[in-house]
Structures are given as C-alpha cells and as structure tokens.
C-alpha cells in the first residue's frame, strides 16, 4: 500500500555573496582576453540579476566542488530528531558532476560521511532534480524507507570559466577577423547559469509541530521519440548528429570545446513551451484533476525571464491560465540553477510564512537536453496533517 509522504524539511546553499552583472566576466575571466559581445543582450533578455559562484572572489580559482556544495545543502537539513546517521536513502541529481565515474550520489554520500545506505545518482539536466526527488518519493511511499534525502545541485561555474575556451579560441586565429568570439550557442550559456544545490527531508508523516509538504504526484514525461538534442555536453552535433565526447581525440576536443555546455537557441524557442507545457499537461490533465481555482502558488523553473509571458501562453493555451500574481520565482535574485532550482524556491517560499494549511503548490520544471518536463503537486499541511479537503 502507498502512504502519504511528506516534504518537513528544505535547505538551500548557494556558495559566496551574490555576483551581480558587471561582476560576472570578471569573476568568469575573458575568453581570448577580450569581453563578450553576447553578454549584455543576453543579460537583457533573461532578466538575472545576480547569481552566486563557487569561485574565491578573492583569487578566482573554484573554492568547492560540486559535491561539496550539495554536502553544504544536505547539511543544512540537520537538526533536533534527524542526523546523517538516520538517512535510509540519499538521491542526488545533478547536470554538472565533479567526475563521469562514479555517479555523484556516492561522492556527496563520501563528503557527508554518513554510515552505509541506499545511494542513487539521477541524470539528466534540469529535471534530474526533479527525478531524484520522485525516486526518494517512491523509496518512502513504497516503505522501502523510513526517510529519504533528495538532492539537486550544480556547478555550472566549473564549465564556463575563460580557461575552457582558450584552446578553441586559439585553434581558430585565422577566423577572429570576421568571428572574434566563441559561438554563441557557448556564449551565451555562460551568463544563463549558474551554482547552488537544495535539498529536502522526506517522511512517512508530517512534522510533529508547524508545515510540512505532502507529496501528491510528480508526473516526468521525455519527447526524445520526437525532438533532437537541442542542449548538451560532452559532445558535438556533427551533420545533425550527436558525437559524443569519447568519439574525438584530446586535441580535438579542447580545439572545439567538445566538453562545453551548448544548446540549439532555435530549437529552444521554438519547442519549449509546446512540449514542456502544452503537450506534457495534455497528458497529465487526462489523469490528474487540476483547476487553477485550486492551484495556490505556482512554482516554474525558466531559465529566463522572456519565457515568462509565452509560459503563460502555454498555460492558457491548455486551460490552465493561473494568474501571475500566484507564480512564485527567485530567477531574478538566485539566478538559473538548474536541477537546484526547484529546491531552492521551494526553501524560499517554506520559509518566508506565506504558505498557510490545505494550500496547493503545482511545480514545473522542463528541460531542453531532448525536451523533457516534470509538473509535482504539493499540498500544505499542518500539526495533524489532515488533507483540508473542505478548503
């Protein structure tokens, strides 16, 4: 039998004091010594206005590695009635690892310290946050395990430092007359993300004193039978194919920047919402009963502010126009963090004392990588942890 499972406690971690937009290429460093020209109209655009790096403001080298920052996040779960000795099961997501091998659940479990249990590392981009939270999920419900810790976590700093770029930057010194930059599908990426890492605690019952979050279904669904790579990693498009990494000797993938974050700008604009939102709700609305009257805070992860109003035309579009003055984002302030960043509003909106007994939360979170969308349903709950279904 499925039991009810609840969120009791969020902690979010991101590394240093805020970098604002005239810090960024200072703390990134300049490819090729010259600053970007994609800069300030992609700036523009995405409507960031400050970020957090895991680079010493001080020396500019990289200050924590990935498993270090999700520790950080972990730890902040801490407390009276839970410690790392307790954790049955301990599933981390992440788009930026430290290592391809071994998985990323393994190092942060090897930084934590804490004795033997379930590890799972989920894969992906964005959404790999959002799996691992359904693994944990489901760890719980199915008692398998009395709790479960859930992590996401990036560093995407470590891929846009300056210094990754200066092979291919130097490999091409006959085009810089006409091209006196990195392409822009590279460019541009360096400032749309960004570091940080969440985390929550999942039980069998809600906290004993104050809110928690009843997980009520997170619905994941992968248009990969239908759409291309438009975002991805360790490889090279190719004549319309995707060339892994593995493919390319090491000149050749420093002098392409093969291991580079890159993404199809094209391609996003146009399918992105169509698939992330409209065609994944289609599916969902034929199961799930979703009304925006019951819908109380929307919580959607977008990597830029432009994609806020066609989000919302996506939204009316499927018949669910929830008003803007319930969305709830921290883009602007915490930055794009990726698979972290549902975490990490979730920790801001558990802890500012807006959320009241029997509200519901709708949660979305897309990726790009071969157009990939997970929606979750919160619902808050008291002391007793009843269902408020009288609301």
């Not at 071969?370 to 009843?386: E, H, I, K």
């Amino acid at each position: 039998m499925v039991q009810p499972v609840f969120i009791n406690r969020i902690s979010a971690f991101l590394p240093h004091d805020p970098v604002g937009n005239e810090q960024m290429e200072e703390r990134l460093g300049l490819v090729g010594g010259k600053p970007s020209r994609a800069r300030k109209l992609v700036l523009k655009r995405n409507g960031i206005q400050q970020r957090h790096y895991a680079i010493d403001p001080q020396t500019g080298a990289p200050s924590m590695n990935n498993a270090q920052i999700s520790a950080a996040a972990v730890r902040g779960l801490l407390g009276p009635g839970f410690a790392l000795a307790d954790v049955d099961c301990l599933v981390a997501g992440t788009a930026s690892p430290d290592q391809l091998m071994p998985g990323h659940a393994v190092m942060l479990q090897g930084e934590l310290g804490n004795p033997p249990c379930e590890v799972v590392t989920t894969a992906g981009i964005c959404l790999c946050g959002m799996t691992a939270l359904k693994y944990a999920w489901l760890s719980v419900a199915s008692g398998e395990s009395k709790n479960a810790v859930a992590c996401g976590s990036e560093l995407a700093s470590s891929l846009m430092l300056a210094r990754n770029f200066d092979a291919e930057y130097e490999s091409r010194v006959e085009q810089l007359h006409s091209q006196p930059e990195i392409a822009f599908e590279k460019d541009f990426l360096r400032w749309m993300l960004s570091d940080g890492a969440g985390a929550v605690w999942l039980q069998g019952q809600p906290n004993a004193r104050g809110l928690s979050l009843r997980i009520d279904w997170i619905d994941v669904l992968s248009f990969a039978d239908s759409m291309p790579p438009c975002m991805y990693a360790g490889a090279e498009m190719q004549d319309g194919q995707l060339q892994g990494w593995s493919r390319f000797d090491g000149e050749a993938r420093n002098n392409l920047s093969v291991m580079a974050i890159k993404q199809d700008v094209k391609l996003l604009n146009e399918n992105i919402v169509k698939f992330t939102v409209e065609e994944t709700l289609k599916r969902i609305m034929a199961r799930r009963e979703l009304r925006v009257a019951d819908i109380d805070y929307f919580l959607p992860h977008y990597s830029s502010e432009y994609f806020r109003e066609r989000l919302a035309e996506g939204l009316a579009n499927i018949d669910l126009p929830i008003p803007q003055e319930r969305w709830f984002t921290n883009l602007t302030s915490k930055g794009n963090t990726g698979a972290a960043s549902i975490f990490i509003m979730l920790e801001e909106l558990f802890a500012s004392g807006r959320l009241r007994s029997g509200q519901r939360l709708l949660c979305y979170v897309p990726e790009s990588g071969r157009f990939s969308s997970a929606f979750m349903q919160l619902t808050v709950v008291g002391n007793q942890g009843d269902d408020h279904e009288a609301r």
